[in-house]
């Protein structure tokens, strides 16, 4: 049997005149990476009145402990497995995390109590403060005791999903805990308010479930939704005491700095939060810049780089390369 031949087109669009810039190639070797698609349907679901082709699936009985974000096609809902990146979390004796962290540990175990006089077994709890104050590790802090017990997480955007959610979970799973986190809710009542309201109080609430909620302007809320029975507990998350940002800055230079230093450090850091922290951290141990230009610049806001500063800046980053060991400048 003879080898056929293709024939390649120019750019022109036209195929080569010249035999010696005609490019031949055999069809077996332009065939030779090509592998036939698996087919994307192998069998059926039969859901009684309604019969799907699927492809390849492995059914579970529960869904697995992680975290999940909640989305819909034109198939209905389903579950994205969600991995949240955070910094070493920070756990320490402050009475606002240990009253949030305390509170969801002991409701999971009172259910009967719940039932008993009639009530959803169920708890709405709402921080609020200011950017920075901890909220955000707060949340993360009780995802992580949900996720050590083997339960879950939904991260809600869309209330009438999460609706949507713990009714196909409850059909599967009864007695699964879940934590339902509503972040920025002030964002969700501009657009969803009904649908969080029922969230609350409507048709469609069930048992066994947290929803924990957080808004850096508690202001933009409607009072009803800020009335008992909807948010049981509204808390404010203000800027840490002095413990804890003792506790911060060991957690971050034990071993790496003197007992002194970090008191130092506690001192001038007196009315910010942890994100005004953390720049100092890293504005000092990992850019190498003085404490005292880097307080100056957290607390008084918006900076004016004049010719000379700029000059200064321009050549500390260039000295700071990932060979170099920067030495922190903490000297007021």
Known sequence: ???RYVRIKGYSGEYLDKESEVIEQPISEINRDYKEPKPQFTQYTDGGLVIRPVGDVILIKK???TIYTLNSDMQGLYFTPHRVKTDDLL??????QTTVLNEIKSFWGLKPRFN???FVHKRGILLFGAPGTGKSCILKLVMNSILKEKDIVLLVKNPNLLVSALNSIRQVE???????VLEDVDEMVRYNEQSLLGLFDGDSQQDGIVLLGTTNYIDKLP???LRTGRFDRVIEIGNPGASGRKLYFESKLKGKETEEVIGNL???TKGMNFSMMKEVMVSVYCLGYPLKDVLHRIKNGFEIVKPGRSKYLDAKMESITKANVVKANVRL
């Open 1 to 3: 049997m003879k080898t």
């Open 63 to 65: 869904l697995h402990s």
């Open 91 to 96: 756990k320490f004796n402050d009475k606002r």
């Open 116 to 118: 008993e006089l009639g």
């Open 174 to 180: 009864p007695e699964r805990r879940i934590l339902a």
């Open 223 to 225: 009072p009803r939704m």
């Open 266 to 268: 506690v001192k001038v």
